[in-house]
């Protein structure tokens, strides 16, 4: 009988691939749960106890799970309550710097750093490189935890200033530490000892003398020699000027009286450059002076006190002294090839200087000519061609603008409409009956006009001007605007007089709630305007009894319109026709035009008495 193998053996070209596999990536066995690194058990397959899965799904007649073996309430042993060494102190080192002490060189000093990890107790010693020492330096022990002498380990409390440690045969004496070190220390109750200093040693001493370099003393004039025998640039002496003061400028305001034919007091401005010691003239250009403009005056330059006027100036041998900031007071003059120039002004920067360098303070001196009143021209009336805002333009400009409207006015107040009942001012008979209606739309200051007519009357009603804006004929640039209509008030439209005499319920209430713009509508503005009366009588109960006879003279304890107007006029206070029919508003509830004596009484009463 033949045995066949259960498969094939292990050899080249006998093994195959499972097509079915696509992924061979490894499982990942670790990941984080609740901040915590723990094992995956996803992958783990454990064998399965049945009577274990039996006893689970049976219960008892409590319906509790018997065979359940009884745990301890949960704990999260995850994160420990007390972190670990190497968790609490990851990434903290404390750093000692110290020196070695070497028998065989005892004349060199070797300066090292220790490194102490707190994680786990590990050191570290490096030796920062110095150049040309003859040594090897760099890592000088690895980190481990370093043994003493006794077979233990340093410990963070065995390192202090001062203190000498022992290392595989090598001492090491430990001078100063670094800030965190020294919190370390602090926040566990330990105090550090006082730094020390490192000593010197010859080696040190020798590499700074070698190092040194002191050039002799006449190496700058043999320098320039050089450099002014190969055609080289002279050097810098006023470099340490130039860095130290470079965009300091002291600018002042001058004043030259020019004598000549075409002369007068002319402006300038004179800047003095700090770093160099240099100045320029600029003048001020002044509008409509009649001068052609003229910016520099004087080119930036050093301006001596006494110039030496010669031909050749370069071949002078008089030595000329040139201005310094000490010269340049408000007050003095100063000589400018010729031109006496007073000083009589500074910037706040120049005043600020002086007070900081030389301790003066610098006083601008008064106008010793007042300024000259410009005269302008008149503003032409308007020649009625285009807008009036169109002629402006070509008054202002030789290549005038559109205008601009006023886009926020005009989104604010574009959805309100002010209506007014008006009646045509005319000594036509036929005029007498007209009803007009004018609609002011606050959005553009435009007007709109509208004929109110009957049946049968013999007249076509509708518009009657088309909607645009009216100019004003009290102001000679001016339109009308929504503070013009009020009730009695006369308006002049497109050649038409009229006069306001009422308007509608929603401009009263929008009048009403711009006081500031219509004070006529404001009715505790008309009241405060009736009680200024008061002040000419003995008592308040005397003006009020005045009052009221001066205004109700029939004694029919009601008032109309025109009785209202008058009385208060014999008194002295004079009410427009706007500013009653705000008091009729308030005091008229059967909206009859009266008002009733015992109400308007009481009313004015009450707030004299607040008052």
């Known amino acids: 009988k033949t045995h066949l193998p259960a498969s094939l053996p292990f050899l080249p070209g006998n093994t195959q691939q499972d097509p079915t596999i696509t992924r061979y990536h490894k499982t990942q066995m670790l990941s984080v749960k609740d901040g915590a690194i723990c094992e995956k058990t996803k992958a783990l397959k454990e064998a399965i106890d049945s009577t274990l899965l039996a006893s689970m799904r049976e219960e008892t007649c409590k319906g509790k799970i018997v065979g359940r073996i009884t745990r301890p309430k949960f704990e999260n042993d995850g994160i420990p309550a007390v972190a670990p060494k190497w968790l609490k102190h990851d990434r903290q080192t404390l750093k000692f710097d110290e020196v070695v002490e070497n028998r065989d060189e005892n004349f060199r000093v070797r300066k090292c750093i220790i490194y102490y990890y707190l994680d786990d107790d590990s050191m570290y010693i490096t030796e920062p490189k110095v150049e040309n020492s003859g040594i090897p330096q760099g890592v000088f022990l690895k980190r481990h935890k370093f043994p003493k002498p006794d077979g233990s380990h340093y410990h963070w409390t065995d390192l202090d200033a001062g203190r000498e440690i022992e290392v595989y045969g090598r001492v090491y004496k430990l001078t100063s530490y670094d800030d965190f070190t020294k919190k370390f220390y602090e926040n566990e109750g330990y105090s550090l000892s006082p730094q020390e200093s490192i000593p010197e040693d010859t080696f040190e001493k020798t590499r700074f003398m070698i190092n040194m370099k002191q050039n002799p003393p006449d190496m700058a004039e043999t320098k320039e020699y050089f450099e002014a025998k190969l055609k080289g640039g002279k050097p810098n002496k006023k470099l340490a000027s130039y860095l130290q003061n470079d965009r300091k400028v002291l600018s002042f305001k001058v004043v030259w009286d020019d004598t000549s034919y075409d002369g007068g007091e002319k402006k300038y401005t004179v800047n003095y450059f700090l770093s160099d010691g240099t100045m320029e003239v600029k003048e001020q250009k002044e509008t409509n002076s009649g001068y052609d403009p003229f910016p520099m005056l004087l080119k930036r330059m050093k301006v ?134 004018v609609a002011f739309y606050c959005g553009d200051d435009t007007i709109e006009v509208f004929e109110v007519c009957d049946k049968n009357s013999g007249r076509l009603g509708g518009k009657f001007l088309e909607r645009k804006k009216h100019k004003h004929p009290a102001y000679s640039h001016r339109y009308y605007e929504e503070k013009d209509f009020m009730i009695g008030e006369t308006v002049f439209l497109g050649g038409h007089k009229f006069q306001v005499q009422d308007c509608d319920e929603y401009t009263h209430k929008y009048m009403e709630d711009n006081c500031d713009v219509f004070p006529q509508a404001s009715i505790d503005l008309v009241i405060e305007k009736i009680k200024s009366g008061a002040y000419s009588y003995p ?38 026709d706007h500013e009653i029919n705000t008091l009729l508003r308030v005091f008229d509830h059967n909206k009859d035009g009266k008002v009733s004596v015992e109400e308007f009484y009481n009313t004015i009463a009450k707030s004299v008495e607040s008052q």
């Open 304 to 437: 001596p006190k006494t110039a030496v006027m010669t031909h050749y100036p370069s071949m002078s041998l008089r030595q000329e002294e040139y201005y310094k900031p000490a010269d340049l007071l408000i007050g003095n003059i100063v000589h400018v090839y010729g031109r006496d120039m007073k000083l009589v002004d500074c910037d706040e920067y120049t005043k600020q200087w002086y007070i900081d360098n030389l301790d003066i303070e610098q006083q601008p001196l008064g106008k010793a000519n007042p300024k000259k009143s410009l005269k302008y021209q008149p503003v032409p009336d308007y020649n009625g061609y285009g807008s009036l805002e169109d002629s402006l333009g070509s008054v202002y400009s030789l290549k005038p603008k559109a205008p601009k409207k006023n886009e926020k006015k005009f989104y604010k107040s574009d959805i309100h409409v002010l209506r007014f009942d008006v009646k045509l001012v005319s000594t036509e008979p036929d005029d007498e009956n007209r009803k007009f209606i």
């Open 539 to 576: 008592s308040l109960q005397d003006y009020t009894i005045a009052l009221i006879k001066k205004i109700d003279k029939n004694g029919d304890e009601v008032i109309s319109f025109d009785e209202f107007k008058e009385g208060m006029a014999d008194l002295g206070i004079y009410l427009n």
